[in-house]
């Protein structure tokens, strides 16, 4: 896999950091000049724990939930994420709570679906949900209206990366965001200022990973 020069963005603690790559790459939703790699992020224990942990700092002091809805293979930071809001501490608003992680399916592309012992999990819920990064938007946006269909309450969205700082009016809370990237940018495919100037395309990104072209 040729991707470039790997670039590594340090939070402070050594085991939150997040790995890049510079080039031209596209998803289904935008074309970006950068590659965020996410994946030890998602699947080392440490890495997740940690960035939970650095997360769940928005919201065990102010904000109850009873379910983290699991974006982009996300589950393993979203268990520690339970584990971190519901610590036994005086000041913890979820402390020794029961908070469920849950995980969506998809169907028609991107509409999220929910079964019949799975839905109860949002249903009058409060509902924090959790993707490993938000550029557009879309897939978050998608979660918000899902949880709400089925009648829970969407209490915040957080992430590993976000280009944005709120989506439909729900702050982001990120461990990282643009002002770590330098130059960051994103757009839609058609007005993508990479492809008009013949820049031919790195790689394909999806939640699985990328395909380098």
Known sequence: MKLGELIEISSGNPYV?????????????SHMNYY??????????????EIAKVLADNYRLTTEVDTILCLDGSEVIGAYLAQALSKPDYYCINADKNIFVLTPEKINGSQLFFRDNTAPMLDGKKVLILAVSIVTGYTAQSAVEAVRYYNGAPVGICSIFSNLHSCVDIPVCSVFGVNDLAGYESHPALHCPMCKNGEKITALVNSFGVSAL
Not at 17 to 27: C, I
Not at 36 to 49: F, G, L, M, P, T
């Open 36 to 49: 965020i790699d996410v994946a030890a992020n998602k699947a080392s224990s440490k890495e997740a724990q």
């Open 17 to 29: 950091k997040l790995k890049v790559y510079k080039g031209h790459f596209a998803t289904a939703h």
